[in-house]
């Protein structure tokens, strides 16, 4: 229950960030789309089927994320790079 506390107001950040970001970005990039998956970034949870697909739509997207002081820290974690590999997808090289 702990993390599911933790992950409410990273999931409340990465809302504001996507409406508050430039339309350009919001178009080609939908950071939201990944909070299926903050149970597993943030906790190590075994990924959803939702987690992973909405992963490989946003695979594109990685190298933006990692450069983002908002997010760099979460796409460079332990859990998110086991949650990439229980998905099948490869690790992002930036």
């Known amino acids: ?25 919001r178009a080609a990039c939908e950071v939201t789309q990944l909070a299926v998956c903050a149970s597993a970034i943030l906790g190590g949870t075994k990924p959803s089927g939702e987690c992973c697909g909405n992963l490989r739509a946003q695979q594109g997207c990685f190298c933006q994320y990692v450069k983002d002081p908002n997010y760099g820290h979460y796409v460079n974690s332990p859990h998110a790079r086991e949650t990439l590999q229980t998905c099948g997808i490869a690790l992002p090289h930036c």
């Not at 599911?4 to 430039?22: G, I, Q, S, T, Y």
Request: net charge positive; no cysteine.
């Open 1 to 25: 229950m702990a993390m599911r506390k933790e992950a409410v107001p990273v999931v409340a950040v990465m809302l504001m960030l996507v409406v508050l970001a430039p339309g350009k970005a």
